[in-house]
């Protein structure tokens, strides 16, 4: 009866881990609702802000933003990346570093500098270990991302861009498709293309005769207000995104592991019950012998 | 219509209001200023305050903001709103502190880029996901 006791502790064990599992999915799942409710109110402040970009993009001929303006050679690249703080949710992070770095791989083959900008800690303790240049990161960000919080990192990126040190942008995050389903992207963030402003303009049959706005104070720093604002609504977006997508990845894995954990504990369970039967099987037929040699 | 405009005011985090309005009047950076429909297009930014709306058949309704942008179109206004106080000065302490906090993460990595390893490590994570994929399906 050796074996019983230790399968007994095994199976105690297991079903310890099962509750575990099964709290952090049912957190997962409360949390999952609440993300997707995040990323849903968000949307509205970029399609506005699109909008109005352009609008401006169209109207505007007196001065034209960096941002929109397409550079000839590329030399260096900016590239920020989404990840997730904790770990435990699948291969969310997985998936969208490797597609990270593959296409990083291919750039540096063609002799482009990379800087990377991290949100999130996995994404940062994974570019810290290979040895990739990191230049801004935010880290900690909790369940509710915080615009405060994102503002200076993507300043960095943005500066980087006015002042000449990249010449492109992307960022990579997973997008949330549903709950079942995300999908890691890469989103070419600037120049700001010109699909990502048509987007929004179908079905709105203006007249493109040659308006302006009246700007005060004056166009210039309104204008680079509005892109900054544009941009960083664009992160921010990829942030709740990526943080819907990470609640949905967690809720699923943990239910997975509480399955798991399931069987598991059915197998054992046959296994105990097996030895325990073969144990009184064993002992009857003993007194059975015992009586019959009396 | 020409008595009314469409009026949204979003934030980043959230949708604040939207909906058909008469007037308008809003903290912009050169001073207040009152919209009525038909308005020149118009793009400013604007303070933290009060913006007062008039909607047709109701009260004056006021509402916070602390501060963005204003858009001005014939019969459609926006308003951005921030979400965080906004300055120059705010946002360049951030950036140096995101800056600063990677430096120091960046402090005992090693020199080059490599990517071998990379592949290495997220083929191994792969690998294992794939490997419990596939126990799953067997068990079941």
Sequence with gaps: MAGSREVRNKIKSVKNTQKIT?????????????????????????????NVAAH?????????????IERDTVKRIGIIIVTSDKGLCGGLNTNVLRKAINQMKAWQAEGEQIEVCCIGNKGLGFMSRIGANVTSQVIGLGDA????????????????????QFDRVY?????????????????????????????????????????DYIYEPEAKSVID????????????????ENMASEQSARMVAMKAASDNAGSVIDELTLIYNKSRQAAITKELSEIVGGAAAV | ?????????VSAEESIYSGPVEFLVAPAQMGEVGIYPRHT????????????????????????????????????????????????????AKSIEAKRAAEEAMKNRESELDYAKAQAELIEAMAQLAAIDKLRKRGH
């Design chain 1, 171 to 211: 960022v990579f995050y997973n997008r949330f498709i549903n709950t079942m389903k995300q999908e890691p992207v890469m989103e070419q963030l600037l120049p700001l293309t010109d699909e990502r402003m048509q987007k929004e303009e179908q079905g709105n049959d203006k007249p493109k005769a040659s308006w």
């Design chain 1, 22 to 50: 099964r709290a952090m999915e049912m957190v997962a799942a409360s949390k999952m609702r609440k993300a997707q409710d995040r990323m849903k109110k968000a949307r509205p402040y970029g399609e506005k802000i699109r």
């Design chain 2, 1 to 9: 219509m020409g008595t009314i405009f469409h009026l949204d005011i």
């Design chain 2, 41 to 92: 297009p118009m793009l400013t930014r604007i303070k933290s305050g009060m913006v007062r709306i008039k909607a047709q058949l109701k009260e004056e309704e006021l509402i916070y903001v602390s501060g963005g942008m204003l858009e001005v179109q014939p019969d459609i206004v926006t308003i951005l709103a921030d979400t965080a106080v906004r300055s120059h000065d705010l946002d360049e």
């Design chain 1, 145 to 164: 991302p915080d615009m405060t919080r994102l503002i200076g990192a993507v300043k960095v990126v943005l500066d980087g861009y006015t002042q000449d």
């Design chain 1, 56 to 68: 401006m993009s169209r109207a505007n001929t007196e001065y034209r933003h960096p941002f929109l």
């Design chain 1, 225 to 240: 207000d509005i892109m900054v604002r544009y941009v960083e609504a664009l992160i921010y977006q990829a942030v709740t």
